[in-house]
């Protein structure tokens, strides 16, 4: 892997919030709300946070109507990536914060996400 692409996808990990993204993604793909509702940050820092991540090779996305969903990047993600993945799902595997979410993630899927993305619209209209 040449010297940028590994430069690349270790800043991409450099960052505790990427890294919650990705065991957010670990077993499901997300809707840019769900995320945004887990970091509990701004719509565009969760978007430029995601922006890293694909631009890595760690996650893949697609558009359903005008929701963007993100999953973690499948058989076209470099041996790297998938290595540093593997690295991450078992160095932080027990981490209290990691727990924190799955628990939080379990909340949030269970509201309607066309709710959950009206409803941080609305919000950020009002800021």
Request: charged fraction near 30%.
């Amino acid at each position: 892997m040449p010297l940028d692409r590994t430069v690349t996808l270790a800043r991409a990990l450099g960052d505790p919030s990427r890294v919650r993204v990705l065991f957010a993604c670990r077993r499901r793909e997300l809707c840019v709300c769900q995320i945004t509702a887990l970091l509990e940050l701004a719509p565009s820092t969760v978007s430029k946070h995601l922006s890293i991540l694909r631009t890595a090779g760690l996650l893949e996305s697609r558009q359903r109507g005008r929701w963007i969903h993100y999953r973690l990047a499948g058989a076209a993600a470099s041996r790297e990536a998938r290595a540093a993945l593997d690295f991450l799902f078992g160095a932080l595997a027990r981490d209290a914060l990691i727990a924190a979410d799955r628990r939080r993630l379990a909340e949030i899927l269970a509201l309607d996400p066309d709710r959950l993305c009206e409803r941080q619209r609305c919000a950020a209209r009002r800021r």
